[in-house]
């Protein structure tokens, strides 16, 4: 099966050779073809070029004339927790009132209330449920995505979750990688025992995950309130022992300490990092761990925004997630992301896009395959409606944009 498109207004995030992020000054050059065409065979990105340069004349397959339009590689969301029951509308209205997250964490809340509603849930219908948004995202753009567990909290239910994000791998076409979260949250029987539950997360969870080969990653919330440096020292140790690189939650709600455990342990990315100082930028520098940003939580929370001039200026990539949870970021929206990127974090409209693809890719350990247009990455594009410029994808905050969608070189709608 072949796609031609043809026409392309233009097609952008171009490589010609290939990279596994783009970092510091960088970040603001984008490759862009005009008036262009791409041409997909299989499953796979087989060539593009220039208008002029295309012979039409012996091709056999589908055309899609894409005049005025754009072709973009896939979003490469890298950090959700899309696998999750119901929804937390109610704390929603205790934020607004002005209860913080730790504080509503504290009373029980949470990610503790989202753990009994999933307990209380089959996993047919957290499949359902996460199908749901699965779809949702892929409307939106996005060609990849990491799930995380986290939600469980027990042996079974953290095994539940995994299960359902192994069965969405297996049922939908866009490209997963899943992380297990066993601690993400302390549950309240173990309130006054945390190292038990680490105990539990490292000699029961994490070989019962491995055994049933169910996660890609290993993540901790290593945070104020959360987990210590020194229990995520232990599981991400034990983690690895199982070939689990991590991927954790740092310094969201303080300096804690996260950013430089990950580092140690040579994580694939560091992602929330609110609180930055110029000792966690020195440490990413001299590390190959993604930092990545997630706008959606600290617009959500109307918590306080990473220092990302000063990261990016120092010579750091940068990715971008939509953290997508029923907590702190109810959405899965990569282009909103990207506006958020730009306009709360003053990131350029080329850094956002940069660091939604091929930063995102590599932060989710697939960027020889995935997050640029490439020949011989996976056709994961989308084409946009008729637009007048890159920029207006993040400018236009909310039109959605996005007008067809091709997953594994096939047309999705
Ligand atoms: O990334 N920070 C920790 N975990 C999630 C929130 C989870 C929740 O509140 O349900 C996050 O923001
Ligand atoms: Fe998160």
Redesign the pocket.
Known sequence: MSILITNIKSLVCVETEMHKWVAGKDMQNLNTIENAFLLIENDIISDFGKMSDLNQDDFKGETIDAAGKMVFPSFCDS?T?LV?AGS?EIEYGDKIRGLS?EEI?KRGG??L??AKLLHNTSEDSLYEQSLERINEIIGFGTGAVEIKS??GLTVEDELKMLRVIKRLNENTPITIKATFLGA?AVPAEYKERQDEYVDLVINEMIPQVAMEELADYIDV?C?KG?FTVEQTDRILMAGMKYGMRPKI?AN??DYSGGIQVGVKYNALSV??LEFTGDDEIKSLLESETMPTL?PG?AFF?GMVDPPVRKMIDAGLPIALAS?F?????PSGDMKFIMSLGTIKLRMLPEEVINASTINGAYAMGISDTHGSIAKGKIANIFITKKISSYEYMPYAYTSKLVDQVILNGKLIS
């Open positions: 950090h927790h999750y937390r997250y964490a949470g990610i209330n989202s986290g939600y993400h919330f945070d959360f939650h969201e709600l992602d929330h997630l939580a929370l953290d949870n029923p907590g702190s970021s």
